[in-house]
């Protein structure tokens, strides 16, 4: 396996034959938590960032040499997109006076993130069918991601209301 497919397939997640972009973002999940936790969302925003932009340029250059578009396999996009929802659930779920807050973040920024990702509303899903390459492939996870962080943070925000 190249670098290249290693990076794109999120180190082989993406190869599952079954849900790889489930699988992708399952795989994802524990990097991006051990990066918030360990150096904080300063760098867990700057990791995605920088992931963001060099994957745009990667898919480009694995979709001229293969002539396909948005593979399933591909699920770099999947870990940026977790990655937002992540950060801006458990930016809120930190301020919560509940004990349980930020375990719940966890879990609502993934199922939200999913949600989302699948469903492709509106705009995502408008990226999705519309824009091709790299940014195609990238930019409807980030927006999913936004997305998702912002139905947690809703969630989160009704359950402190409803305690």
């Not at 509303?121 to 408008?126: A, D, L, M, N, R």
């Not at 990226?127 to 947690?152: H, T, W």
């Amino acid at each position: 396996m190249t670098l290249q497919k290693l990076f794109l397939t999120f180190g082989g997640a993406g190869l599952s034959p079954k849900a790889p972009g489930t699988v992708g973002t399952l795989a994802s999940l524990p990097v991006g938590l051990a990066i918030l936790y360990a150096l904080g969302s300063e760098t867990l925003f700057m990791v995605t960032i920088a992931i963001t932009i060099i994957a745009v340029f990667e898919i480009n250059k694995y979709e001229k040499s293969t002539g396909t578009h948005d593979q399933q396999h591909i699920v770099i996009d999947e870990a940026v997109g977790m990655w937002l929802s992540l950060m801006i659930a458990q930016s809120v779920a930190i301020t919560m006076p509940y004990p349980y807050a930020e375990p719940l973040a966890i879990l609502l920024s993934f199922a939200t993130f999913r949600l989302f990702d699948i469903w492709k509303p509106s705009t995502i899903g408008w990226i999705d069918k519309e824009v091709k390459g790299g940014m195609g492939v990238m930019f409807d996870d980030v927006l999913a991601g936004i997305a998702g962080g912002l139905l947690s943070v809703v969630i989160l925000m009704g359950i402190e209301k409803v305690i």
